[in-house]
């Protein structure tokens, strides 16, 4: 049995203090049940709690670690930047660089403008769609996840036209009346819907491969779709890849299904494991932002050096991806014998196979959705495409196999409704070790 006592005794104290325990929701293992552990420290593919139980690490710090915890050269990035101070409010040369990187690894961003979050990339994209095209609606899709901006946490209504109502106290409904919520992977309503607000729509903003109501992919020709159906009606392609940007592919989601999105969203690997955010796109929509145009977005810590350069770190390191070779050149990187994204898509392509054998072989319906390094296990005998899809899965059992695998030593994302994620750090023998635990676990449910 394994001992959690200075993790028990943690929450407890903190439940004193903060909201919950914890300083984002998910982490309260409210929808697994019991109580979360608490990080001592992590290392590669691995963390380690309080008590000083090991894991096998598959949340990677919700998707930035995609090189793992603690890699040296990001390590010693911080520290040698730190030396010279932490944060100034004035340029520093370490925002130039990320920005010529940003723009040399994603074609459809010719300039770009960093924030702080994920949250704060995709609010500021959506103002400055609205005031470039002087529209005020947004189509949003059920299941994606765009940061706790009011606007955005909103839902579906009684059907796929309807205005969406708040989906959190303390969001009044008029902020969120300009917001059309339309199911993933479905072209008729994304159609039907400009055609019932001719001229007003801004935009679409989309994860290209939503990974927040676990994984799901978008269908052959729907990614086209929407660059087509917006183009035609005047409105804004806003791909958001905070989570999938670098990291399914070297330019993202966007160089993968080969999509060119008019603005992007940004966060997670950008930072190298330090807060970060940012949006871009061609430069005619930008240049709508303030200094230059009307537009205003601002943060005190925007750009800040200890996030440019451990974001600098990481991103130098994937730079030797076989789609991002010759950018990386370009932007002043060396080239590197390993390919990060084939070692990434090969430990994938592992799980998948294993867990799927795994299912097979304990006569357990499992859905194995997976895109490169994210992935997502529902237990259901249907395919998942969308948020209604995901809804079916038996989340009780998926209580269990989360707490079987734990007490294996595998850390997964304590939700049915989040993607896994694999870093290059991970190795072969890990990925079998984590399929003979849920093939374990499995065996048991």
Request: glycine share 12%; aromatic share 10%; charged share 20%.
């Amino acid at each position: 049995m394994i001992s959690r006592a200075k993790s028990e005794a943690l929450f407890a104290e903190a439940l004193k203090y903060i909201p919950g325990g914890v300083n984002s929701p998910v982490r309260a293992f409210r929808a697994v049940g019991g109580q979360p552990f608490f990080v001592q420290k992590a290392k590669g593919a691995q963390v380690w709690d309080v008590d000083g139980n090991e894991y096998i690490d598959y949340v990677c710090t919700w998707g930035p670690a995609i090189l793992g915890h603690a890699h040296p050269k990001i390590i010693r990035a911080v520290q040698r930047t730190a030396e010279h101070g932490t944060s100034f409010g004035i340029p520093n040369p370490f925002e130039v660089t990320m920005a010529k990187l940003v723009c040399g690894a994603v074609p459809s961003v010719e300039k770009v403008r960093m924030c702080n979050s994920g949250t704060e990339a995709c609010m500021s994209a959506i103002r400055l769609a609205r005031g470039f095209t002087k529209r005020e609606k947004i189509i949003k899709f059920e299941g994606c996840y765009h940061g706790h901006a009011d606007s955005l946490l909103v839902k579906a209504g009684s059907g796929a036209l309807t205005f969406g109502n708040p989906d959190s106290a303390g969001v009044p409904a008029a902020f969120t009346q300009h917001t059309v919520v339309l199911p993933f992977n479905d072209a008729e309503a994304v159609q039907a819907a400009f055609d019932a607000n001719r001229g007003q729509i801004a935009g679409i903003i989309v994860e290209p491969v939503p990974g927040n109501a676990g994984l799901y992919l978008p269908r052959p020709g729907y990614l086209e779709f929407l660059r087509r159906v917006t183009a035609d009606n005047g409105g804004l392609l806003i791909f958001d890849e905070v989570m999938t940007g670098f990291r399914l592919a070297w330019g993202g989601a966007q160089e993968r299904f080969g999509i060119r999105p008019d603005l992007s969203c940004f966060g997670k690997i950008i930072g190298g494991g330090l807060p970060v955010g940012a949006f871009g796109g061609r430069a005619e929509i930008m240049d709508w932002l303030a200094p230059l145009g009307p537009v205003y977005q601002a943060g005190t810590l925007s750009g800040n050096p200890l996030a440019m350069a451990a974001g600098i770190a990481a991103l130098e390191e994937l730079s030797s991806s076989e789609c991002g070779t010759r950018r990386a050149e370009s932007a002043g990187f060396a080239q590197k014998t390993a390919t990060a994204y084939a070692q990434l898509e090969q430990l994938g392509a592992q799980l998948e196979a294993g867990m799927k054998e795994a299912a097979t072989a304990a006569k357990v319906a499992v859905r194995f959705n997976r895109c490169g390094s994210m992935f997502c296990a529902y237990f259901t005998d249907r395919p998942v495409d969308n948020l209604a899809d995901a809804m079916k899965s038996d989340r009780e059992r998926f209580k269990r196999f989360f707490h079987g695998m734990l007490a294996g030593g595998i850390y997964l994302a304590p939700s049915q409704f989040e993607a896994g994620f694999i870093s290059t750090a991970h190795t072969a023998k890990q990925i079998d070790a984590t399929v003979r635990a849920a093939a374990t676990v499995l065996g048991s449910l």
